[in-house]
């Protein structure tokens, strides 16, 4: 029964999930354009006619709609039921993962900016600092307030190990961008382009590690993102012939893994490292 009973909140989760995937579709297409999120009934970004709340269901108004506007029948892209599934689905893992915590809460909350920030960055190429900079400034307080996020008793261990991730996070950050610059100099310059990496990439991983902390962020910045980077962006560049590709989206999902999975992988690697000594 209990069982049954969790299966059951997973699932309340999921839905909960993807209400806020819809909201984070608005933040998606308002923000890079500065318009406002919280006021303004949904519209369509073709016709401009607003969408009734009927229209407006996750998941079920882009299947019954036939992914396109009541309307003008202009097509609806495929990005909303995809931001408002992945969201679902996250909120699930984050519950399974750790139950009903404060962690399992700040991570949630944490997904869902990333979610917000890798497709803006995918669609824009930017990363707005309506979300990285109150971002940081969020991880810190939680950290405060939730020390278990850092592994610390006390919430002045959580807090300083929360300032120590943010500085380790942005500075890591700057310094490959720095050194990419460096290395692609006159690539750079052939295709228009000053730097390698953008600054919003910095205040990202920032933010990120004001929430997982150093050891998890030099996981993802020197580990995780640049492998997915290498392989993934390699294949988009090959299709696409970009030469500048958005690295939000990978250190986002470097992040992730990180949640789920850092600790085991720092775990397995220093007995790795234990070994070959």
Request: charged share 15%; with cysteine.
């Amino acid at each position: 029964r209990r069982r049954a009973g969790f299966r059951s909140a997973i699932f309340g989760v999921f839905l909960f999930g993807l209400m806020v995937g819809s909201f984070l579709n608005v933040c998606i297409w308002r923000l890079p354009a500065e318009e406002q999120v919280v006021k303004g009934r949904s519209h369509c970004r073709s016709c401009g006619k607003q969408i009734a709340a009927y229209d407006n269901i996750p998941l079920v108004s882009f299947v019954l709609l036939r992914g396109k506007c009541r309307r003008c029948k202009a097509p609806i892209s495929w990005s909303y039921p995809a931001v408002e599934l992945a969201t679902g689905l996250l909120f699930a893992a984050v519950l399974y993962r750790f139950g009903w915590t404060s962690v399992g809460l700040v991570y949630a909350v944490l997904g869902a900016a990333l979610i917000v920030l890798s497709v803006i960055d995918l669609r824009e190429m930017i990363l707005p600092d309506e979300i990285t900079l109150p971002g940081i400034s969020l991880g810190v307080i939680a950290s405060f307030f939730v020390p278990e996020l850092h592994g610390a008793a006390a919430r002045w261990g959580g807090l300083w190990a929360s300032v120590i991730g943010a500085v380790a996070g942005a500075g890591v950050m700057y310094l490959i961008g720095a050194a990419g610059t460096l290395l692609f100099k006159r690539k750079l310059k052939a295709i228009g382009e000053e730097e390698a990496m953008g600054f919003g990439d910095v205040k990202l991983m920032g933010m990120v590690g004001a929430v997982i902390g150093l050891w998890k962020v030099l996981l993802v910045s020197l580990i995780l993102a640049p492998m997915s980077g290498a392989v993934i962006g390699l294949a988009i560049k090959a299709r696409t012939k970009q030469d500048i590709i958005p690295f939000g989206p990978f250190l986002a999902a470097g992040t992730l893994v990180a949640i789920f999975f850092g600790d085991s992988i720092i775990h397995w690697y220093g007995r790795l490292l234990c070994f070959a000594t």
